[in-house]
């Protein structure tokens, strides 16, 4: 059963636009949140995160959402640029039960278009 | 230079063969983590290491052997390679676990089995 989801595996959004990925998770222990960014022919690199005792996290033109009643989050991108193109993985860990290693979701191809 | 290394970048082998995927990290981490990415499946958990002699499996482990004799060090081996596994595999480390920060992959290995 997969328990960190996102459902769409790709988008497309012009440039100067918002992008928005979705995330949800079905493991109500999860307690923090990451965001992994993967160009190709690269390992992913970290975002952004964001802990379930807030609600909203932002770093530049990146913003998380965190919706625990319904076990929700999302990434914005505000605006969008070309650059932005890769595949985000949302990922999430039960931080309160101990060291227990991330669980990705399936990664949502990104593109911008100029 | 510092940083997390893997080698081979590219492998091809043969069924039945075994296979060794390096990989080495010169931050000392404590933990390290062994990851598979494929098409419709996103990155999955193969096993990880909390310090050298200590060894987890995580969501895919069949098929796989690590072992960790010193910290810097985690390789990956297929003792008997089958087609299922062609895939990118990715190598990552953290000194918190990966659960409450950043996981610091490497540029990935990618292999065929044919």
């Known amino acids: 059963d997969q328990q960190v989801k996102q459902n769409s595996p790709s988008l497309s959004v012009q440039e100067g636009r918002i992008s928005i990925l979705n995330c949800d998770y079905t493991n109500s222990m999860f307690d923090y949140f990451l965001w992994y960014k993967k160009y190709p022919a690269e390992g992913p690199t970290f975002l952004i995160s964001?802990?379930?005792?807030?609600d909203k996290n932002e770093d530049g033109r990146f913003t998380v959402f965190l919706n625990k009643s319904a076990k929700h989050l999302s990434l914005h991108i505000v605006p969008s640029q070309p650059g932005d193109s890769a595949v985000y993985f949302c990922a999430a860990s039960a931080l309160n039960s101990g060291n227990t290693p991330l669980v990705f979701g399936k990664g949502t191809r990104l593109s911008v278009i100029a | 230079d510092a940083g997390i290394t893997q080698s081979p970048r590219y492998k091809i082998t043969e069924t039945g063969r075994q296979v060794t995927l390096m990989c080495h990290q010169t931050w000392s981490h404590s933990y390290m983590f062994w990851y598979r990415q494929d098409l419709g499946h996103g990155l999955r958990l193969i096993y990880y290491s909390a310090a050298a002699d200590i060894t987890d499996k995580g969501e895919v482990p069949d098929g796989y052997v690590v072992s960790r004799s010193k910290t810097e060090n985690f390789p990956l081996t297929l003792e008997s390679a089958t087609r299922s596994q062609t895939s990118v595999y990715f190598c990552a480390s953290s000194e918190w676990g990966g659960d409450t920060g950043e996981l610091f992959f490497g540029e990935g290995s990618r292999l065929t089995v044919l």
């Open positions: 964001i802990s379930s005792i807030k």
